[in-house]
């Protein structure tokens, strides 16, 4: 059974700095890219960011570039968003989501249960 478990999450005062994890198992990880999709409250999912099996190859959303960095760990069957200088507007659930091959635009397969990140003073 696939399993993907998000952590990291919290309360952050703008302009600070959350890293998420994401760690996988009944899968091979490495051979499946993976995504961040995020829901703000009230609103509709946005898709964050991808990264392709092996790590070389990342995506993002426009409005993030520059501030998110997606990255993964294969050894450790673990997903990384690393994002900076957060905006109350980043305010959302983060879900990882297993995708179903190993390019960073396959079909999305499986959901974590998400993390809630909360950018306020």
């Known amino acids: 059974e696939v399993q993907l478990v998000e952590s990291g999450g919290g309360l952050v005062q703008p302009g600070g700095s959350l890293r998420l994890s994401c760690a996988g198992s009944?899968?091979?990880?490495?051979?499946?890219?993976m995504t961040w999709v995020r829901q703000p409250p009230g609103k509709g999912l946005e898709w964050v960011s991808a990264i392709n099996s092996g790590g070389d190859s990342t995506t993002y959303a426009d409005s993030l570039k520059g501030r998110f960095t997606i990255s993964r760990d294969n050894a450790k069957n673990t997903l990384y968003l690393q994002m900076n200088r957060l905006k109350p507007e980043d305010t959302a659930v983060y879900y990882c989501v297993k995708l179903q091959g190993p390019v960073r635009d396959a079909d999305y397969d499986s959901w974590g249960q998400g993390t809630q990140v909360t950018v306020s003073s």
């Open positions: 009944g899968f091979t990880f490495n051979n499946f890219a």
